[in-house]
């Protein structure tokens, strides 16, 4: 019997559906490993920015005085580096035989676990970076050499266990405030970092989700 013009049609669409889609899923699979190459470049640039760093800030606050900082500032430093070190290990394990939906999803909840826990960890490591910036000056020779002359002059300030009181106050409302935004600044942070990175791969599932539908 020969086929109705409407059968030939619809033939001709999924004959044309069938070359499309190997086209789709290669472009999904290129893009795919494109964001999540171009984050794993960035992440391992911050790792060793950070590594870099704690010895520069170590180096410089002895030079310039204020050893205390940058003794307090390599270990919070390189703790931060060895959890996400840690971390890493995760994004490597990642099955790469699987379709690109599977893969992004993948990487998508590792990324949400690496965030949650450098989250907790922000709330801590703002503070302390904080603290040890008022420590590493407070026991400057400069600062010490000041103190020491106000208190030469009675009645300039009121010292608790020769503690400045009136001084330690916004310190300590200061950390806790870091306490408490931590989480938030961290966001912000990682924002401005990996801002475009993570909008392009929500823009990528949503594509291959409203495909799958």
């Known amino acids: 019997m020969e086929k109705s013009i409407?059968?030939?049609?619809?033939?001709?669409?999924?004959?044309?559906?069938?070359?499309?889609?190997?086209?789709?899923?290669?472009?999904?699979?290129?893009?795919?490993k494109h964001i999540i190459d171009k984050f794993k470049r960035?992440?391992?640039?911050?790792?060793?920015?950070?590594?870099?760093?704690?010895?520069?800030?170590?180096?410089?606050?002895?030079?310039?005085?204020?050893?205390?900082?940058?003794?307090?500032?390599?270990?919070?430093l390189n703790a931060i580096l060895l959890v996400n070190r840690k971390l890493m290990k995760g994004l490597f394990k990642i099955d790469k035989n699987v379709n690109s939906y599977q893969y992004l999803k993948s990487f998508d909840n590792w990324m949400k676990e690496q965030l949650a826990v450098n989250r907790k960890l922000a709330r801590y490591y703002y503070p302390l970076f904080f603290l040890f910036m008022v420590l590493g000056f407070w026991f400057s020779q400069d600062i010490q050499e000041t103190f020491k002359g106000i208190l030469e002059r009675p009645n300039q300030i009121y010292l608790i266990n020769n503690i400045p009181v009136l001084w330690t106050i916004p310190?300590?409302?200061?950390t806790g405030l870091l306490a408490y935004f931590g989480d938030r600044i961290y966001n912000f942070d990682v924002s401005l970092i990996y801002g475009q990175v993570f909008r392009k791969l929500d823009e990528l599932i949503a594509d291959i989700e409203e495909l799958r539908a």
């Open 171 to 174: 310190v300590v409302i200061i």
């Open 6 to 32: 409407e059968t030939i049609w619809k033939e001709g669409f999924l004959e044309s559906d069938a070359l499309v889609a190997p086209k789709l899923n290669d472009l999904y699979n290129q893009k795919s």
């Open 42 to 76: 960035m992440f391992r640039i911050n790792l060793n920015a950070l590594f870099i760093g704690s010895f520069v800030i170590l180096i410089a606050s002895g030079v310039v005085g204020i050893p205390v900082m940058g003794i307090g500032y390599f270990f919070i």
